[in-house]
């Protein structure tokens, strides 16, 4: 049981550009959610997807950023046109369909650093 | 909306020592879930101890233990016998309960807490 599989650990990104990360949810985990971690600061919640579908996208900025979670494959979090302020820590999580008291499970989190 | 209060950014204890870290909250939800997660260096979340608001017994994982108080919207985890492996921040967070589906956590904003040798 691999857990949840995030890549890149690290990017780095010069503003303007595209930023892609991945996530892989665990085995059984059908439910996917992403926070960002600002230096210093707690979690904050971006979007909550199951497969080919948005549940709760509250958090999300509404510019530049988007979420999907295909049929097949990981669920990838984009940032376009990127600035230093989105330089932050962005952790995926996953769970069954329903979590309860189970919570969610993490990953280790991809550090973007725009330059 | 919920939110999550931790007042204390930093603190250290004496390695074997015990220790608390508190942690307020507020809501207006009757059913809900709490959390302890534990962040060290290496940046992966770790679940330490969760609580169920409809249950009145504390949770209790091995040297882990929690003080939920829910009157008074309280939730504080006990560390006894402290370990230098236990350096690491903590973040507690609360999840509301759905019958449709899953809510998101929502996270305070951290005690870095320092086990000294």
């Known amino acids: 049981n691999a857990g949840v599989m995030q890549n890149p650990r690290h990017l780095v990104r010069r503003r303007g550009q595209e930023a892609r990360l991945r996530c892989s949810p665990m085995?059984?985990?059908?439910?996917v959610y992403w926070y960002r971690q600002l230096p210093e600061e707690g979690l904050k919640f971006m979007v909550y997807l199951q497969k080919e579908n948005i549940i709760d996208e509250s958090g999300m900025p509404k510019e530049r950023f988007s979420a999907e979670f295909p049929k097949e494959g990981p669920s990838i979090l984009r940032i376009q046109q990127v600035v230093r302020g989105d330089s932050a820590a962005y952790f995926c999580a996953s769970s069954p369909p329903v979590a309860g008291s189970y919570g969610y499970t993490f990953g280790s989190g991809t550090r973007l650093t725009v330059v | 909306a919920q939110t999550v209060t931790q007042s204390q950014p930093e603190m250290s204890v004496q390695e074997a020592e015990t220790v608390t870290l508190s942690c307020t909250y507020d809501t207006s939800e009757n059913n809900y879930y709490l959390f302890w997660y534990k962040q060290p260096p290496s940046r992966q979340m770790i679940l330490v101890i969760r609580q169920e608001a409809y249950k009145q017994q504390n949770a209790t994982e091995n040297r882990f233990s929690v003080n939920f108080q829910k009157a008074a919207k309280s939730f504080s985890l006990k560390i006894s016998d402290s370990q230098l492996g236990d350096t690491a921040m903590y973040f507690c967070?609360?999840?509301?309960?759905?019958?449709?589906?899953?809510?998101?956590?929502?996270f305070g904003t951290g005690t870095r807490l320092t086990i000294i040798p």
């Open positions: 085995k059984g985990h059908s439910h």
């Open positions: 967070a609360f999840m509301k309960h759905s019958n449709f589906g899953n809510e998101k956590l929502t």
